[in-house]
């Protein structure tokens, strides 16, 4: 019997966008350390060259799949907001929350990219890249609430709290609650400190 399959070329961003999916799933089945671009071709059934296209090398993919799920979380993120209140102590909330989940909802597949991407150029500019994109949010946001414009350390402040409250959250110390709670109370500070 012969296979009357036909074999579908897909657009280079759905390629992409198959090639990540299968990439989660190597890492939720096998673990990050399995997740090399030879494996990756195999397990979507591409060849080599066509993941190394798309990721150059295994930072690159790493880093891509970093990116993918923060971009999936500020997408989150923005439709609470287009939804809530303008109002500080409102949007304070949706950004706590948001922050605070975003950090609980990682799983085990995060930590292990993140670990895995340690010490590279790639980790340093990507978590650049966030903090700048999620302070420059959170300037926009607030601005309007504000009688002064809000001072660059007093957002690079906000965001070390968010990070440390994250960080307490994960190791157990204070609950979700305390945390989103906390880092509201921060941002409501900052913001009428301004």
């Given amino acids: 019997m012969s296979d009357t399959r036909v074999r579908q070329r897909l657009t280079r961003e759905d390629r992409y966008t198959q090639l990540v999916e299968v990439a989660w799933q190597i890492i939720r089945d096998e673990g990050t350390e399995a997740l090399t671009l030879g494996h990756l071709a195999e ?3 591409v060849t080599k060259p066509v993941v190394y296209d798309h990721f150059i090398s ?3 993919l ?3 799949l970093y990116r993918e799920y923060d971009q999936r ?3 989150k993120m923005d439709e609470v907001i287009s939804r809530t209140d303008a ?3 409102k949007l304070a909330a949706v950004i706590a929350t948001a922050y605070i989940d975003c950090v609980l909802l990682q799983g085990r597949e995060m930590p292990s990219v993140l670990a895995a991407l340690a010490g590279t150029p790639e980790l340093e500019k990507i978590r650049r890249e966030y903090a700048v994109d999620f302070i420059g949010k959170c300037r926009t946001l607030f601005a309007p609430f504000c009688t002064h414009p809000l001072r660059d350390a007093a957002l690079w402040a906000m965001l070390g709290s968010a990070e440390g ?3 307490a ?3 157990g110390a204070i609950t979700d609650v305390q945390a989103k709670d906390e ?3 921060v941002i409501i500070g900052m913001v009428h400190t301004a």
């Fill in 43 to 45: 397990c979507a059934g």
């Fill in 58 to 60: 295994r930072s690159g």
């Fill in 62 to 64: 790493l880093a891509a």
């Fill in 73 to 75: 979380q500020n997408q």
């Fill in 87 to 89: 109002t500080p102590e």
């Fill in 165 to 167: 409250l994250a960080w």
């Fill in 169 to 171: 959250v994960v190791q």
């Fill in 183 to 185: 880092l509201c109370a």
